[in-house]
């Protein structure tokens, strides 16, 4: 700093009689960058000393990369606006919460001392202070709370949060009212199409509505029928089904076709004094069928409804068959009344006597016929339909 006539009363007066130290630039500690006189207001901020710039200065510089602070200008001595350094934040949105401090004040609210004033010496801070009136800070510096950083998780929920726009709450307005519009006509043109018709048009619009309905009804009903005649029918049809299984046994037995078992009796015929006649066998056949017998085997020969007896005398066929003595007969039917009915005085049990054979009627609980026919199929008859 230089005084009135040019000297410099901080820097110190060498003795009397010595020479300068060296003729080269002395660097005063309070200028070192030479400013001399010059208006701090016209030096950028960031070409000030760190030791001019003050506490509340070098705090600024160091905010944290992640926050972006824009200072808002201010007037200088001369007029002439400042403006601050912008920081360039990383973070992924600013910090919302301000607090506004003036310019001239330190984050604690301790005024700061302004550069000009730490420049000059105490007797040109006293002439400056009384020559220029305090200066009145026209902005304020908002002060930045710091956030942590979002985890990525935190970020994607933010960017797959539904948001409402402006177009979207237009296209949904226009919507509502094209169903509105959409209902309101069709009720207008039914209510106008009703209206139109003649009472006769009206009077036969409602019989053909009745008569749809009698219709409907109808067909209702017949479908309900056949419905339950689905149900019991399956019932119906295994009845009828067990039935005709019954059926096709019974008739299996009485015309040889399935073997046999039940209670009945064994014959057994011999010829130790004479030789059996053929018709004499035929005797001992009706016998057997007049007393009940259902089904009968002899000599391994299944015996039906169109077995017949042949041959001579000792020459006895079954059906072109060649049988010989002792003839076995297993007979299934009731044994108290077939045993009875071959013992009849004059019977067939006597006709074999008479030719010279003996015969032995045995009773059985449960006697097996295995011999089965094949019949063949008949040639001109054809089961009649029920029909007429």
Known sequence: ???????????????????????????????????????????????????????????????????????????GAAGESVTGRDVTADAPEPAVAEERVPVGEERTG????????????????????????????TSVVPRVVVRPPRSGWARLAHAMRPRTTQGQLITAGLCALLGFALVVQVRQATDTQLGSLRQNDLVRLLDETTTRTEELEREAFDLQRERDELLSGSDRQQAALDAARRTAAM??????????????????????????????????????????AEAMELNGHRIIASSAFTGNRGAVELDGAAITSPFRWTVIGDPDTIAPALEIPGGAMAQVRGDGGRGTVEKSDRVEVTAVRVLPDPVHATPASDEP
């Open 251 to 292: 008739q299996g037995i009485l015309t040889g076709r399935l073997p046999a078992t039940g209670p009945g009796v064994r014959i057994t015929l011999t010829e130790p004094d004479g030789e059996i006649r053929p018709v004499t066998m035929l005797h001992v056949l009706e016998e057997l069928r007049n007393a009940g």
């Open 1 to 75: 700093m230089t005084g009135a006539d040019g000297s410099r009363p901080d820097l110190p007066e060498p003795p009397d009689g010595a020479q300068p130290l060296d003729d080269g630039p002395v660097i005063d500690p309070l200028d070192p960058l030479g400013l001399g006189d010059l208006p701090l207001d016209h030096v950028p901020l960031g070409e000030l000393p760190p030791d001019l710039l003050g506490p509340s200065r070098r705090t600024d510089e160091r905010v944290d990369d992640a926050v972006t602070v824009a200072v808002a200008p201010h007037e």
């Open 110 to 137: 301790t005024p700061q001392e302004a550069p000009e004033a730490a420049l000059r010496g105490p007797e040109d801070a006293g002439a400056a202070s009384s020559a220029a009136p305090p200066s009145v800070p």
